[in-house]
């Protein structure tokens, strides 16, 4: 059994910077996808960057260039670190975790998800 938990979120001022750790617990080898994905008051969730076990990235277009997804070299903690922080980037963060070979788009097809953290960005 998998377990993740996250922790880092806040409230920071526009333009600030936070980063989002997520600890997992339990054996999860080689092949996985591991992402953050993000969820707004009133707003479907939607994902913001995912790794693959290889280290292979991808990010929604909204956070290139602001947003670096990144996993410790010994695989158990997820890192999110997020600069130039917008209010629109307000939301709850989820790490979801599955043994797949590549990384999908829907937080469904994940089998495990963190219970969320808090990111509020203030104008």
């Known amino acids: 059994q998998v377990q993740l938990v996250e922790s880092g979120g806040g409230s920071v001022q526009a333009g600030g910077s936070l980063r989002l750790s997520c600890a997992v617990f339990g054996y999860i080898g080689t092949t996985y996808c591991m992402g953050w994905f993000r969820q707004a008051p009133g707003k479907a969730r939607e994902g913001v960057a995912t790794i693959l076990g290889d280290g292979r990235t991808t990010y929604a277009d909204s956070v290139k260039g602001r947003f670096t997804i990144s996993q410790d070299n010994a695989k158990y903690t997820l890192y999110l670190q997020m600069n130039s922080l917008k209010p629109e980037d307000t939301a709850e963060y989820y790490c979801?975790?599955?043994?797949?070979?590549?990384?999908?788009?829907?937080?469904?097809?994940?089998?495990?998800w963190g219970r969320g953290t808090q990111v509020t960005v203030s104008s």
């Open positions: 979801v975790l599955d043994f797949r070979p590549r990384c999908s788009d829907a937080f469904l097809d994940y089998t495990y």
